[in-house]
């Protein structure tokens, strides 16, 4: 009997993206499957219009937490993990169908070529040879985790299959549209990851995240050869050191209980002492100095 196919789709506000996303997969999957976030444009009505059976789930930071929600809506043996801005080159499909039918692996990580600030890049760690994930598996050979970044893995005894970095292998990512972009999700994604470091009884100080920041810089232009990628290269491997930066700080800011709400407090507090004067009282300004 022939395997069925779900493909896997979580969604916010994608109705530019995920028309593409959805057209990659309509003709050759057996079931998609939409868990959207309440999304406040079309997307929901785009994906309904290709036959996708759609979910909502509520909004969280970061779509790896609802992973797990959205495969287990999936009734099909083989389970594609794709984003909605992410497309499935026709070659790409028929290795999967036939990775599927011939039961040659239980999970399969495909290379992914990346494209950001307006153009594919080869390096800088987003490059098809660089850039590999499990998106393709048998629902009951994986564990999905919420941790950003990280969230499938393999049951033990599973059968891997890597396919080569081949232009026509290959999962193709149209990701960061300009550097604004890449901040905007910066600032998503750091506060995640320095809640869950948090939740993991993990520290940060000043030399820590300066180091880590430098490393991060260093690993995606030398190590990876950024340098290839041109001003692309260089300017993305300096806003991940920033990236390393940000949740060092942020880990610090949790530690510290210095959250924004608790700073909006202390600020209130301390503008009150200031203006008191107005008011008959002597101002205690030295407090103004305690922050620094």
Do not use: C
């Amino acid at each position: 009997m022939k395997p069925t196919i779900s493909v896997v789709i979580n969604t916010l506000n994608e109705e530019k993206n995920l028309p593409f996303a959805l057209r990659s997969v309509q003709t050759w999957a057996d079931e998609i499957v939409v868990v959207d976030m309440h999304s406040d444009d079309l997307t929901v009505e785009i994906a309904k219009s290709y036959g996708a059976k759609v979910y909502l789930h509520d909004r969280i930071q970061a779509f790896d937490g609802a992973r797990s929600v959205a495969v287990s809506h999936a009734i099909g043996d083989w389970i594609l993990l794709l984003d909605a801005d992410e497309v499935i080159p026709r070659p790409l499909s028929q290795k999967l169908i036939q990775i599927a039918s011939e039961d040659a692996a239980d999970a399969v990580i495909m290379p992914r070529l990346n494209y950001l600030l307006g153009a594919p890049l080869l390096h800088t760690g987003w490059g098809p040879h660089q850039d590999r994930l499990t998106r393709f598996f048998r629902k009951e050979k994986i564990v999905l985790n919420p941790r950003i970044h990280s969230f499938i893995h393999p049951v033990q005894g599973a059968r891997v299959l890597t396919l080569p970095p081949q232009n026509e292998l290959t999962l193709h990512h149209f990701s960061y549209l300009d550097s604004a972009h890449f901040f905007e999700k910066l600032n998503r994604y750091t506060t995640i990851e320095a809640q869950q470091a948090f939740e993991r009884g993990e520290h940060s100080g000043k030399i820590r995240a300066a180091i880590r920041g430098a490393i991060e810089f260093m690993y995606r232009y030398i190590y990876r050869r950024g340098f290839l990628d041109g001003w692309r290269g260089f300017y993305l491997s300096g806003f991940m050191a920033i990236y390393r930066l940000a949740i060092s700080a942020k880990l610090r800011e949790l530690h510290a209980s210095s959250g924004r709400n608790n700073n909006i407090e202390a600020y209130h507090r301390s503008a009150e002492e200031i203006i008191a004067g107005y008011d008959g009282a002597t101002p205690r300004a030295e407090k103004v100095w305690s922050f620094l």
